[in-house]
């Protein structure tokens, strides 16, 4: 799945225009995947891709998925800022690197929080960068 690492970081796939059909599959198969662990309503995934985070538990918990099958978190929600930078393209790093930074070290109450924290907060910082399969 470290392909998908690489379209999740970058927004500007977020409208899937230049996205190949393998790698559609990528992304298509990570959202599968943590759909079916957590059971998240597809409608609250749309409005976070949008920036409108509802306080869903669902949701948090989709989102430290994703990056679980992406292994940039650890068991508790801890981001690895520099993982998820060195996954993207050498153009890209110094747009989405320091948001990326800067977000990491956020926290919630949980370890699906602390990611979903993470998340609110770069689309916030970086939402050119921003992407939420």
């Known amino acids: 799945m470290n392909y998908a690492i ?3 970081l970058v927004a500007i796939l977020s409208n899937a225009s230049g996205m190949d059909d393998d790698m559609q599959e990528l992304i298509n198969n990570l959202h599968n995947t ?3 662990e957590v059971g ?4 609250l995934i749309t409005k976070a ?3 409108d985070f509802a306080e869903d538990e669902k ?3 989709y989102s430290k998925c994703l990056l679980d099958q992406m292994a940039i978190v650890d068991e508790n929600g801890i981001v ?4 998820a930078v060195a996954v993207l393209p050498a153009d890209m790093q110094a747009e989405a690197g320091p948001a990326v930074r800067k977000c990491s070290k956020l926290r919630g109450s ?4 602390n990611v979903f924290e993470v998340m609110k907060c770069w689309y916030t910082e970086s ?5 939420l399969p």
């Open 34 to 36: 943590c759909v079916g």
């Open 40 to 43: 998240v309503d597809e409608a």
């Open 49 to 51: 891709q949008n920036g």
């Open 110 to 113: 949980s370890p699906c929080s």
């Open 80 to 83: 690895d800022p520099e993982a």
């Open 59 to 61: 949701l948090m918990c």
């Open 127 to 131: 939402p050119a960068t921003y992407f």
């Open 6 to 8: 690489f379209f999740f």
